[in-house]
């Protein structure tokens, strides 16, 4: 009664909800530093994400004007004001006190007393504070406040980040060395690796075998095994402090990977294209740069989207080949880890500058990603 035509196994079913569950694990995180990127650090630190979009309360410790500016109306000396400074305007109060142990002693509106003097606080932060005698002292009255803020979004987080001219918070630098690693060190590995893909494929030479064999079991090196062997050739050669070098060492790891996926998706093309192609003349290179290259396009974009964002999303290598004391080369990961020392308490700067160094990555994965399983899938099946 399992199969019946029409019904679903609990399998699939499982399957779905783990897919589901799957995708929100990784959406919620990113929603919420997109959100986080365009509030303010007093909303951060007082409500989570997931409540910008309603009123926030927050404890509030404010002054009124100090007793200089008091007015003599009567018997009575006056000073009246607003407690809040003109970027709180919009907040309103909750509850109030005077001390800090009990900040819901009043209500909006009501009157506390205290040593002669008689204050009144309203809803908008308007008070009126008298006494019978004149008022001393350089300081005002402290006053305890809830208030409550309205959702705010703003685009200074961006503007700080983005177009600030201070190196230590500034992304917009980080951000084109980053493209400056990642497209050269995403574009040489696919162009070596077509080559040699097709030479696997469809070309018979002494050895091909054991160079398919040395290529899977490149697969399993650990990146870190090669890090200093490859640094110190690399400064034996002298481009191990500069771009030259990071790109070859992300050619370098990334060539077995792009081999095999190539490989394996050329060799599922249809051999009597190529033998066509043969008997009408073509040379090795004409067949590969006009028939093999535009049918292997999604194997090619899968790869492609792969080398991006590991390249993208580095910092070992550029850690380890990228050597520069100056932060003139330095990368985007590399400057959220220096942000994390000069802004650690600054999470409204924090989460813009992770936003906009994933959304380029986020850009590219959505702009191609219908290519992706078309090429992992590639020479699976006959």
């Known amino acids: 009664m399992d199969n019946i035509a029409g019904s679903k ?5 499982a399957v779905h909800i783990s897919v589901v569950a799957l995708v929100l694990l990784w959406l919620f995180p990113t929603i919420g530093l997109f959100v986080s990127s365009f509030r303010t650090a007093d909303q951060i630190s007082s409500s989570g994400w997931w409540k910008a979009l309603f009123p926030t309360e927050q404890n509030m410790t404010l002054r009124t004007a100090a007793p200089e500016t008091q007015v003599q109306e009567g018997d009575l000396w006056v000073i009246e004001g607003n407690l809040f400074e003109e970027e709180n305007s ?11 142990r009990d900040l819901s002693a009043y209500q909006p509106g009501d009157t506390a007393e205290d040593d002669g003097m ?18 001393e002292g350089r300081r005002g009255e402290r006053v305890f406040v809830v208030a409550e803020t309205p959702p705010d979004f703003t685009l ?8 600030s001219g ?13 493209l400056t690693v990642t497209i050269p060190a995403t574009i040489i590995p696919i162009v070596i690796a077509a080559f040699a893909a097709y030479a696997l494929a469809w070309m018979d030479f002494p050895g091909r075998a054991l160079l398919i064999a040395f290529v899977v079991g490149l697969l399993v090196v650990p990146l870190q095994l090669a890090l200093i062997p490859l640094l110190k050739l690399h400064l034996g050669i002298g ?20 081999i095999y996926l190539l490989r394996n998706y050329m060799v ?23 028939i093999i290259l535009p049918l292997s396009f999604p194997a090619l974009a899968s790869f492609a989207i792969f080398q991006f964002l590991w390249t993208w999303n580095d910092l070992l290598v550029a850690k380890v080949f990228l050597i520069d004391a100056t932060g003139q080369t330095t990368v985007m990961t590399n400057q959220i880890v220096e942000l994390l020392g000069t802004r650690g308490g600054n999470w409204e700067i924090l989460a813009t500058a992770a936003f906009v160094s994933i959304a380029m990555p986020l850009l ?19």
């Not at 196994?9 to 079913?13: A, C, I, V």
């Not at 919009?90 to 800090?100: R, V, Y």
């Not at 599922?268 to 006009?290: C, M, S, Y």
């Open 9 to 13: 196994p609990t399998l699939t079913w």
């Open 90 to 100: 919009d907040a309103t109060i909750a509850t109030w006190g005077t001390s800090s």
């Open 118 to 135: 008689r204050l009144t606080v309203e809803a908008d932060g308007a008070y009126r504070l008298t006494s019978g005698t004149e008022m």
């Open 156 to 163: 200074a987080n961006y503007r700080q980040v983005l177009l």
């Open 166 to 178: 201070d190196s230590t918070d500034s992304m917009s630098k980080a951000f084109f060395n980053t």
């Open 239 to 258: 481009i191990g402090k500069g771009y030259l070098g990071t790109w070859l060492a992300h050619t370098g790891f990334g060539l077995p990977l792009a």
């Open 268 to 290: 599922g093309l249809p051999r009597d294209i190529i033998e066509n192609a043969r008997v009408d003349g073509a040379t090795d290179f004409q067949i590969f740069t006009k």
């Open 364 to 382: 590219v994965f959505f702009a191609m990603q219908k290519y992706l399983v078309r090429g992992l899938l590639a020479g699976s099946v006959k």
